[in-house]
């Protein structure tokens, strides 16, 4: 089974500033793609950025990257400039290359950026 | 097209009745997925359909439930008897499955109140 896990219930950042959202997971799988989303406030949940664990390169979209370290099953997300846009509930996502492609989710990290 | 849409948005039920939700997804999109979300946790996943064919269910789809994709385009979920722990938020989110893991664009959700 594919568990994520993300330890940061809640965090804040000020505006402008840079913050790194961790998570990690578990699975035996070995070809497999990690996501973010982003679900603001009652808004729908929009993917920020997704990584294939068969790349070493880590993605990078605008002012979001990840720190992707296959071995140590970690797939943290680091927001640059933070905007008040920003505010929102980030899920990691785990998705096997296999079968259903269904997420396996996080329980969620809501971030606050403060003006 | 503008995304996936789900109706009704808000839905609020006595316990024993029954209830009907429908997601539509982007049109292009050959496979759809069913998500439940309880407060402080991240999305389950329930179910998902590749064209019509409904092609898993997690457990968590106890025979109360029912979904269905007639057509290979909208999709309904029923659910049966509504008990108070069915209360929850159910998303759909619809994606190109060509090959490996795509993007899975989601919904607004559908929140459920059970009394």
């Known amino acids: 089974a594919q568990t994520v896990t993300q330890s940061q219930p809640e965090m804040s950042v000020q505006e402008a500033e840079t913050v790194t959202l961790s998570c990690t997971y578990d699975?035996?799988?070995?070809?497999?793609?990690l996501f973010w989303y982003k679900q603001p406030p009652s808004r729908q949940m929009i993917l920020v950025i997704r990584?294939?664990?068969?790349?070493?390169q880590n993605a990078t979209e605008n002012r979001f990257s990840v720190n992707f370290q296959k071995a140590a099953k970690s797939f943290s997300l680091k927001i640059s400039d933070s905007q008040l846009g920003d505010t929102a509930m980030y899920f990691c996502?785990?998705?096997?290359?296999?079968?259903?492609?269904?997420?396996?989710f996080g329980t969620g990290t809501s971030l606050t950026v403060i003006p | 097209d503008t995304g996936v849409s789900q109706n009704p948005r808000h839905k609020i039920t006595k316990r024993g009745q029954n209830v009907t939700f429908r997601c539509d997804p982007i049109s292009e999109h050959n496979r759809l997925y069913w998500y439940r979300q309880t407060l402080g946790q991240g999305p389950e996943f329930l179910t998902y359909f590749q064209n019509e064919a409904q092609l898993e269910k997690s457990r968590l789809l106890s025979d109360r439930f029912s979904a269905e994709r007639p057509k290979g385009s909208f999709s309904t979920l029923e659910i049966q008897r509504t008990e108070q722990g069915d209360s929850a938020m159910y998303l759909c989110?619809?994606?190109?499955?060509?090959?490996?893991?795509?993007?899975?664009?989601f919904g607004p959700g559908t929140r459920l109140t059970v009394l």
């Open positions: 699975t035996s799988e070995n070809n497999y793609y």
């Open positions: 996502a785990f998705m096997k290359h296999v079968a259903g492609n269904q997420f396996y």
């Open positions: 990584q294939e664990a068969y790349k070493q």
């Open positions: 989110a619809s994606s190109l499955y060509l090959s490996g893991g795509g993007e899975q664009f």
